[in-house]
């Protein structure tokens, strides 16, 4: 049996009523994250360290449960793949979290080659699209890929010393714009409860 697939408006009302009914959950997280993210802004070496700590363990943890899962199961085909792709993740994992640096520097590239291609991209479609899309819109969509390619040649130009601290700096600003977010639309949802009873 096929269960009906809910529709974008159904989603959209169920979304709104959850809003409503815990709009102060929604705000506490939205004060987290704008408090965290200020801390990494503030901090962003630290914040830099830290993920690539929790990276280290991600890459680690899954290269175990890897490992574990073919060893048990030694008798399907690709073993020996399967093997060298468990044992490579653990070994990557260990490294990374017995020199945090090297994960910093390399998540710091893998983000420069995101805003290259990135920002390439949104020219591109700018480009492709500038008939079909508003005017607005179009300079927004080439201003974005303006902008990732100016992120990424500043990445370029401050490598290595910048990657001690790039990661932190834009993941905290990523976390406070979202804790914003979050918080605007608590409030949005807590104001129109009040009104609701109020009438």
């Given at each position: 049996?096929?269960?009906?697939?809910?529709?974008?408006?159904?989603?959209?009302?169920?979304?709104?009523i959850e809003l409503h009914q815990h709009w102060a959950l929604y705000l506490v997280e939205g004060v987290v994250l704008i408090v965290l993210g200020l801390t990494a802004?503030?901090?962003?070496?630290?914040?830099?360290?830290?993920?690539?700590?929790?990276?280290?363990?991600?890459?680690?943890?899954?290269?175990?449960?890897?490992?574990?899962?073919?060893?048990?199961?030694?008798?399907?085909?690709?073993?020996?793949?399967?093997?060298?792709?468990?044992?490579?993740?653990?070994?990557?994992?260990?490294?990374?979290?017995?020199?945090?640096?090297?994960?910093?520097?390399?998540?710091?590239?893998?983000?420069?080659?995101?805003?290259?291609?990135?920002?390439?991209?949104?020219?591109?479609?700018?480009?492709?699209?500038?008939?079909?899309?508003?005017?607005?819109?179009?300079?927004?969509?080439?201003?974005?890929?303006?902008?990732?390619?100016?992120?990424?040649?500043?990445?370029?130009?401050?490598?290595?010393?910048?990657?001690?601290?790039?990661?932190?700096?834009?993941?905290?600003?990523?976390?406070?714009?979202?804790?914003?977010?979050?918080?605007?639309?608590?409030?949005?949802?807590?104001?129109?409860?009040?009104?609701?009873?109020?009438?």
């Amino acid at each position: 049996m096929s269960s009906k697939q809910p529709t974008p408006s159904e989603v959209r009302r169920v979304f709104v009523i959850e809003l409503h009914q815990h709009w102060a959950l929604y705000l506490v997280e939205g004060v987290v994250l704008i408090v965290l993210g200020l801390t990494a802004i503030a901090l962003p070496p630290l914040a830099t360290l830290a993920i690539a700590i929790l990276i280290g363990w991600l890459v680690l943890v899954s290269g175990i449960i890897g490992l574990v899962t073919t060893l048990w199961i030694s008798s399907t085909p690709g073993f020996g793949w399967s093997l060298l792709s468990a044992v490579l993740a653990v070994i990557v994992g260990l490294v990374l979290l017995a020199n945090a640096e090297v994960a910093a520097f390399s998540i710091t590239v893998v983000l420069l080659v995101f805003f290259v291609i990135e920002g390439a991209a949104s020219i591109m479609y700018a480009r492709a699209h500038k008939r079909e899309i508003s005017q607005s819109r179009w300079g927004w969509m080439m201003a974005s890929g303006v902008i990732d390619l100016a992120l990424a040649a500043y990445i370029l130009y401050g490598l290595p010393v910048i990657a001690a601290w790039a990661l932190g700096l834009l993941v905290g600003i990523n976390m406070l714009f979202g804790g914003v977010a979050l918080v605007v639309m608590a409030q949005h949802a807590h104001a129109a409860d009040r009104r609701a009873h109020r009438s």
